[in-house]
């Protein structure tokens, strides 16, 4: 994966303009690092009318990309792979939670991503946006 262009978000409702130092945005390592660790992720799309949608969902972040349960059969082979790398990563067993669904994964490849870092002291300098 080539490295993601990181800049700040643009907050139409934002009382300031976001600082023009952006000594603070987070690289995109940081990011991979946090992606990497979790199970629980944040996705959101837009309906084909424009409106937003945003769920938590369950998965694991491999092969630089968002990889989670759906509906239809994919690929029974990166199901069986994304069971032991969540066995080997949590130390839980996965398998039942993937045979409810049975085996069938989606892979997400980020177009934009954001991130904030929660130990920051200024919440609009904390965020990053990168471009993929």
Known sequence: MIEPKASRPHW????????????ALKPWQWALERLEKSHNYWISTT????????????GVWWRD??????????????????????????GGDVEPLLMASDGCVFRVT???AFGQDEHAENF???VTRWHF
């Open 12 to 23: 139409p409702d934002a009382v300031q303009d976001s600082s023009k130092d952006l000594s």
């Open 47 to 58: 309906r084909p009318n424009g409106h937003p949608h945003l769920m938590l969902v369950w």
């Open 65 to 90: 990309a968002f990889w989670g349960t759906a509906e239809e059969i994919k690929d029974r082979f990166v199901w069986k792979q994304l069971a032991q790398i969540y066995n080997s990563k949590y």
């Open 110 to 112: 980020p177009q934009l």
């Open 124 to 126: 609009t300098d904390a």
